[in-house]
Every structure is written in structure tokens, then in C-alpha cells.
């Protein structure tokens, strides 16, 4: 989630005469992340606060109670019931401190795997029913391209610090080659 | 009732994309008195009304309140709470939509026991920025 809205905070300045309320603003976003997170679900979804608590079989006031906490004071049930009442599935990752971004990375990697291969069953499922399949075929597509397009501008900022000699040169652009070659035969590339 | 600014405003130069802050009409030192007393329920409102920009900007609308601390006050008079603060001093930031021209303007700050007064006084400075908006409005008609 992005940080406090500049013109917001530049107003506060202006109108309190106190630069130091920038910081404490952002400690009331920092400390409400998991609840603005809830809540945008819920308009995501386009539900008024009275229908989650139908569905969570509780008073539109505890809703609202929810949504102006803290996520420090938020019970781990009544998130579940919320992700539910606004048709969201919640997943819980345990993230090793020590863990270095590398092996981060690979679990989002093997994350992302898993649910390009659940969309694959679903294609299975529907015995090839043309508007779905093509429909995930084209998704596909789209996945490589923001991945081909993330991964450069990250890519990017490596580059400057990178010394690269002659020798790693042609064997990157060999593997760049073939790369490039597999992706040209996989059906996804075909979409993009 | 909803105000969704004034017509003027569908044919003024000033219609911009994205929606902006205007303070002009509200009182400095109201607000640094206010921030003096109560530092965390001024920066908590500050803050949530930093999510209702946010919400605005991806499109949406204004009504429904999507937001639980986001209430009418009627004419066209919303009031944002504070929220996350422990045994807060119950808080109320005024501001006007002003829709068409996709200008929040914020008109004042305060707490429960002053609640009608600064609604009476936010109120009449909604019905400047709408007078002065018409007036924007015809004379650009004329041109």
C-alpha cells in the first residue's frame, strides 16, 4: 500500500503549522494496513458494511467497529469471517526473518507455478470448452508479459552495479537466446 | 441529499482529472489549536482523509459513504472520524466535495462538543464555495 497522499500531508502542514504530523500520520496508516486492506475487499466486492455483517451474522456496528481498529486489536476470527462475508480466501505466510530474498523469492515463484497449474486443471475440467480455454490461454500470455516486463525494470537497477566481462557477456546472451527461443514455441508466447 | 457540485463546473477550464485539496476557506489557527490538544486524532483524520482521496482517485463514488468515518452532515457536508486511536477524543474533519471540479475543500476541525457549532459554521462556507462556483460558472457561460 502506497504512502500518505503527498497533497494530503502537504494540507495537514499547512494547516496545523506542524511538519511533525507527516510522521504521525503515517504511523495511523502503518498501524491500520491489515484493516484498509479489509475494507478495500469490501468495496472491491461493492458491499455496504450492513451486508458483510448479514453474511458474518453480526451487527453492521461491529463491521464498522472492525474497520475503524487497529490491526493490532483485530481477532484472527473475525478477519476469517470478514475475508469470507466479502468472498475472499485467506492465506497466512510465515516468513523466516533470516530468510534471504533469493529463497523468498523462489516461494513466490513455486506460489505462482501452483496457481498457473490450478488454472490449467480448470481448462482439464472443462474438457476444453473453447471460450474458457482460450481465455486462459490469453491469461497466459499476459502472465509472461508483466513478468517479462517487471523482471527488466528490476533488472534495470542491477545493471549499473554489474560488471560484466566478455566471456559472461556470450554466455548470457546464449542463455537469453535459448530463453527467448522457448518461449517463441510455448503456446502462451503466441498470445502475446 | 448529494451535492455534486455546482453546473458551473461541467463547463469550467479548472475540470481536472485528478481530484485536489483546497484549504483556502478553513481556519489555521483552529486547526493548529486543535492539533495542539489532540495530535493523534488530528493526524488519524488526516490520514483517513488521505484513504478517501485515494478511493476517489481510482473513480469511484462518494455515495454510499464507502468508508465507516466518512459521514454526511447534509447540503453537501461530509465529516471524516478519527479511527485506530486508543481512547480518543472523538473527532470530526468537515469537508466539501466539490464533485465536478474534483476539489476536496477541508473547512474545519473539531470535537464532539463543538459539533454544532462548526457544522453551522462549515455549512455557511459551503454555501460561499457554491455561490462563488455559480458565479465562475455564469460568467464563463457568458464568455
Avoid at chain 1, 151 to 170: A, N
Wanted: glycine share 6%.
Amino acid at each position: 500500500m502506497s504512502a500518505i497522499n503527498e497533497s494530503v500531508a502537504s494540507a495537514a502542514v499547512a494547516l496545523t503549522g506542524d511538519s511533525a504530523i507527516v510522521e504521525r500520520m503515517e504511523t495511523c496508516r502503518r498501524r491500520t494496513l491489515l484493516v484498509s486492506a479489509l475494507t478495500e475487499m469490501r468495496l472491491q466486492a461493492g458491499l455496504p458494511q450492513a451486508q458483510v455483517a448479514e453474511r458474518m451474522g453480526c451487527t453492521a456496528s461491529k463491521v464498522s467497529k472492525l474497520e475503524a481498529a487497529c490491526d493490532a486489536d483485530v481477532r484472527w476470527g473475525d478477519i476469517a469471517a470478514y475475508s469470507n462475508a466479502v468472498d475472499c480466501s485467506m492465506s497466512i505466510l510465515f516468513d523466516e526473518k533470516e530468510l534471504p530474498a533469493a529463497a523468498r523469492i523462489k516461494q513466490h515463484v513455486f506460489a505462482i507455478r501452483d496457481l498457473l497449474d490450478s488454472l490449467a486443471d480448470i481448462a482439464e475440467h472443462v474438457n476444453g470448452d473453447k471460450e474458457i480455454t482460450g481465455k486462459i490461454h490469453q491469461f497466459y500470455g499476459e502472465v509472461l508479459l508483466n513478468f517479462a516486463l517487471n523482471f527488466d525494470g528490476s533488472y534495470q537497477k542491477l545493471v549499473p552495479y554489474v560488471k560484466v566481462e566478455p566471456d559472461d557477456c556470450e554466455n548470457s546472451e546464449s542463455h537469453a537466446d535459448s530463453a527467448r527461443r522457448k518461449n517463441l514455441e510455448s503456446p502462451a508466447a503466441a498470445t502475446v | 441529499m448529494f451535492h455534486f457540485g455546482t453546473k458551473a463546473g461541467l463547463h469550467s477550464p479548472m475540470t481536472q482529472n485528478k481530484w485536489t485539496i483546497s484549504y483556502d476557506r478553513a481556519s489555521k489557527a483552529s486547526f493548529a489549536k486543535y492539533n495542539q490538544k489532540h495530535p493523534r486524532e488530528t493526524a488519524s483524520v488526516f490520514s483517513n482523509l488521505a484513504r478517501v482521496i485515494d478511493y476517489l482517485q481510482s473513480g469511484r463514488p462518494i455515495e454510499p459513504p464507502p468508508f465507516g468515518f466518512l459521514r454526511s452532515e447534509g447540503k453537501g457536508l461530509y465529516r471524516i472520524g478519527q479511527t485506530g486511536v486508543k481512547s480518543a477524543k472523538e473527532t470530526r474533519l468537515y469537508i466539501f466535495f466539490a464533485v465536478i471540479e474534483k476539489v476536496i475543500h477541508v473547512l474545519g476541525i473539531g470535537d464532539k462538543g463543538s459539533q454544532k457549532r462548526d457544522i453551522q459554521n462549515c455549512l455557511g462556507l459551503v454555501g460561499y464555495i457554491m455561490s462563488e462556483q455559480q458565479r465562475k460558472g455564469n460568467s464563463n457561460e457568458r464568455d
